[in-house]
């Protein structure tokens, strides 16, 4: 029985382990604010992976996130079908700049509230509720997604 309830614990513990959050094949960054406050993140670039972002995670460490990326300028909406977790999202425009946040609660049932930046933005950075406001980071403050180990 003792042996049953430890293997049972440690697959509970690898499941929600940083490395069983999110997909293994997407790219992954960092997201530098203001120049010091760094989150790393994976980068959600196609719509496959923009549609499905943080969706059934469980757990995000204390300094992980998603960068969604778009090709150019848009005004998508965020929301939060089928996320288990509280998020905040900034929304970086064209010239780097933060343009908004946003604080997210999960949602599980329709019709789900939608969360809009200020103005068109070409990346949207998700992490744990309140990250941003915890960093200082507000609208007018510089971003920059460096990809790779970052």
């Known amino acids: 029985m003792v042996r049953w309830l430890s293997i049972t614990l440690l697959l509970l513990i690898a499941c929600s382990s940083h490395t ?3 997909p293994a094949s997407m790219a992954q960054g960092s997201v530098v604010f203001g120049g010091t406050d760094r989150l790393h993140v994976r980068i959600a670039e196609t719509e496959q992976e923009r549609q499905t972002g943080l969706m059934n995670v469980m757990a995000l460490a204390p ?3 998603m960068a969604f990326v778009f090709d150019g300028p848009v005004t998508t909406s965020f929301w939060m079908r ?3 977790i509280p998020l905040s999202v900034a929304f970086v425009g064209q010239d780097g700049r933060v343009v908004s946040t946003s604080d ?3 949602c599980e049932a329709d019709p ?3 969360y809009a930046a200020s103005e068109p933005y070409t990346l949207a950075v998700e992490a744990n509720l309140g990250w941003f ?3 200082g980071i507000a609208a007018g ?3 920059r997604l460096e990809r790779g180990d970052g």
């Open 112 to 114: 789900c509230p939608t």
């Open 63 to 65: 300094d992980d996130g």
């Open 104 to 106: 997210m609660q999960p």
């Open 133 to 135: 406001a915890d960093h």
């Open 20 to 22: 069983g959050t999110q």
């Open 141 to 143: 403050d510089r971003a």
């Open 82 to 84: 089928d996320t288990l």
